[in-house]
């Protein structure tokens, strides 16, 4: 049993209703997830996941392990990292973590350069779908460096690269769509008559959903997520195709076909803000932080040719 996928398993169970979440999530088949709880049930003596509740929820027993198997795995890597030291610290993988939202072209032209310039350092790249399973990721030493909304806490550095813009999708079948235009203004009042509409929701694991829920609490406006899904292309699909309106990023509009029929509405960036960038732990590697800031140069240019291309 590999307690990488034991631990995933146990901290993903927090945020799931069900064990059948908890493989969707980590695109695991769902008697693969059961097997492994099992084995580690009858390994330690103990129910990790009490599953007769809804939603299922963690045991004592499954805490304590969660927080044990964390400890485990940061103490690992720390061992690791000293002897990096003794060893040919370049012949190791560099962990690059990114959101969904990472453009694959990005990677397709970051990662030679890097491969390039740190010729033999081999780089490892994991998709992670929150910002939440991104911190857990990165505070146990499990990736070294993570490319999306900017991770916060004290033994993290963060390198903004820069706020991409806000838009809100307002399909046809919404009372609110004005045909012919494919963009409208941003008003108040926009914003109050589409709180009384169905919402097409990212997860609440979702830190950029969460944004997006605290700007429109401090509107003092409840909304109706009559759907919530844990991608952010399959959200926009969702409401382009009727389902209700959504709010999502810049990257995703390509994604949209031109004869959609939908309004898009940019956010001022006083309204709302998502801070993007590189987030590395402090203790990390001197590689990885050479990486990073390789990185960290070459986004930069690439967003000001993006600027100065649309300007």
């Known amino acids: 049993m590999k307690q990488d996928v034991l631990y995933q398993i146990l901290t993903t169970a927090e945020e799931c209703q069900t064990v059948s979440d908890i493989a969707k999530k980590l695109f695991l088949s769902q008697p693969y997830v059961s097997q492994v709880l099992s084995k580690a049930e009858k390994k330690y003596n103990v129910v990790l996941l009490e599953r007769r509740t809804l939603p299922i929820e963690l045991t004592e027993a499954g805490k304590t392990l969660c927080e044990g198997l964390a400890k485990l795995h940061s103490d690992q890597m720390k061992i690791e990292q000293d002897l990096r030291r003794y060893t040919e610290e370049e012949q190791s993988y560099i962990k690059i973590g990114f959101s969904p939202i990472w453009s694959p072209g990005e990677s397709g032209r970051i990662i ?90 990212l997860s609440e694991d979702s830190g950029f959903q969460k944004t997006v829920d605290h700007f429109l609490e401090d509107q003092n406006l409840s909304v109706n997520k009559a759907i919530k899904v844990n991608d952010y292309d399959v959200a926009v699909q969702m409401a382009v195709g009727g389902l209700g309106w959504t709010a999502t990023l810049e990257y995703m509009l390509s994604n949209l076909k031109t004869d959609n029929k939908f309004n898009l509405v940019e956010l001022p960036n006083t309204t709302i803000q998502s801070d993007n960038g590189l987030t590395i732990h402090t203790e990390t590697s001197e590689r990885a932080k050479e990486v990073a800031h390789v990185m960290n140069d070459l986004m930069k240019e690439s967003v000001e040719k993006n600027r100065s291309f649309n300007a």
């Open 112 to 201: 030679p350069v890097l491969q390039k310039q740190f010729e033999t350092t081999r780089f490892e790249l994991i998709k992670t779908f929150s910002t939440n399973s991104a911190k857990r990721l990165i505070d146990n030493r499990m990736i070294d460096i993570y490319i999306g909304p900017l991770l916060r806490g004290e033994d993290l550095k963060n390198y903004l690269l820069f706020q991409p813009k806000v838009y809100l999708i307002i399909p046809e079948t919404s009372k609110l769509y004005q045909p012919g235009k494919k963009e409208i203004e941003f008003s108040q009042q926009l914003l109050t008559d589409l709180s009384e509409e169905k919402m097409v929701s």
